[in-house]
């Protein structure tokens, strides 16, 4: 355990709607990561972070953005919700840095719904 | 193409079989080799990495890594009804992205 936590946990939502999920941490790494996880598909990449302030997309950004304001926490932002976003979103904390970060560790998930 | 390839199964299996779990990628850069063990409906959970070509045992699982072949594997010995999940290949680049193999979904009857 990471001490990563994800809110919600689940949540259902409408066509059109905006949502935000937040991810937070409690041991202060500076990566963190956005991904989605669909059938057949695996997990892809949203978006990631690097630092305070300091984010990058990744793989299927588009409908998406994020912030963080604290090293703590990531949050993902769908503006405008639509069916293809339906999944299970999971955030990740990566330890030891860019070159030697290859230990990531994963939350709980937050499965979304768009109605 | 996709930078990790995974057979998705599924793959089932007798209590105490050898279990043999497999990916290729395609960018022979690559340095860093996870294998994830995901139960149902939670987060994946790091199982072993390796870090350029060899084995890396820990218990009962093996870590394979052949970069002439751009293949890895993860064998499960002795193999138990708690070994039943999906497990998922990842791959990390020199920069920060990794990226992960659809699973391969596991079932070991008692």
């Known amino acids: 355990d990471a001490g990563i936590t994800q809110s919600p946990r689940h949540k259902v939502t409408e066509t059109g709607t905006p949502v935000t999920l937040r991810c937070h941490q409690t041991?202060?790494?500076?990566?963190m990561y956005w991904y989605r996880q669909d059938p057949g598909h695996g997990l892809r990449l949203i978006h990631y972070?690097?630092?305070?302030?300091?984010?990058d997309k990744g793989e299927v950004s588009d409908g998406y953005s994020v912030s963080r304001s604290k090293t703590e926490d990531f949050l993902l932002t769908l503006e405008s919700a639509t069916s293809s976003q339906t999944s299970v979103y999971f955030c990740a904390i990566s330890v030891g840095g860019a070159v030697n970060g290859h230990e990531q560790y994963f939350g709980p998930g937050t499965r979304l719904t768009v109605t | 193409q996709k930078e990790v390839e995974q057979d998705p199964g599924p793959l089932s299996v007798p209590e105490g079989a050898i279990v043999s779990l497999n990916c290729t990628y395609s960018n022979s850069a690559f340095q860093y080799f996870m294998w994830y063990r995901q139960y149902s409906r939670k987060g994946p959970e790091l199982l072993m990495y390796?870090?350029?070509?060899g084995n890396k045992e820990d218990g009962r699982f093996t870590a394979q890594v052949d970069k002439s072949s751009k293949y890895i594997s993860l064998f499960i010995r002795d193999s138990q009804p708690s070994d039943s999940a999906t497990y998922l290949c990842a791959i990390k680049d020199t920069g920060n992205q990794f990226y992960f193999g659809t699973g391969t979904s596991l079932t070991v009857i008692p």
């Open positions: 972070s690097y630092g305070v302030k300091d984010t």
């Open positions: 041991e202060n790494h500076r990566y």
């Open positions: 390796t870090y350029s070509s």
